[in-house]
């Protein structure tokens, strides 16, 4: 089983545990690999979201959560690549929203399949390669 990289919508997912399919995979990988992996773009996202609504039973559990995994930042390969991601996207006439191209950028420089269940946001990133923990 290949490293991942988990975009925010099946971070989500994974943290509230409600989809028996993401939890069955979910717990296969970490069977595989020790932890989970994000880009620091999924940890902000996730995290503005729930002090907005100041959830703060989540944001226990989603601080457990961060500890336990890997958080990857962002570096200046991921940058000059989510430039490059960006440019394409412009010129391509694809999704190109900063946060999605920084997580694909992430995905790319570090080697992971991006999971996602926004498959529409990434299908065009050349060299990305995309799971989706939703289906079957």
């Known amino acids: 089983m290949d490293a991942t990289l988990l975009d925010t919508d099946t971070l ?6 409600r989809n028996p399919l993401v939890v069955d995979r979910s717990a296969a990988y970490l069977q595989h690999h020790s932890q989970f992996a994000i880009s620091a773009i999924t940890r902000y996202e996730l995290l503005r979201g729930l002090k907005e609504k100041q959830a703060a ?3 226990v559990q989603f ?6 995994s890997l958080i990857i930042p962002i570096t200046e390969a991921i940058l000059n690549r989510t430039a490059d991601l960006w440019t394409e996207a412009r010129r391509g006439g694809f999704p190109g929203k900063d ?16 999971v996602t269940g926004n498959t529409p946001h990434f299908y065009w990133v050349p060299g990305l390669r995309l799971a989706n923990w939703r289906t079957p």
């Open 12 to 17: 989500n997912e994974v943290l509230k545990q």
């Open 57 to 59: 039973r989540q944001l």
């Open 63 to 68: 601080d457990t959560f961060c500890r336990e």
């Open 99 to 114: 946060a999605d191209l920084l997580i694909a950028a992430t995905a790319l420089e570090t080697q992971r399949v991006l």
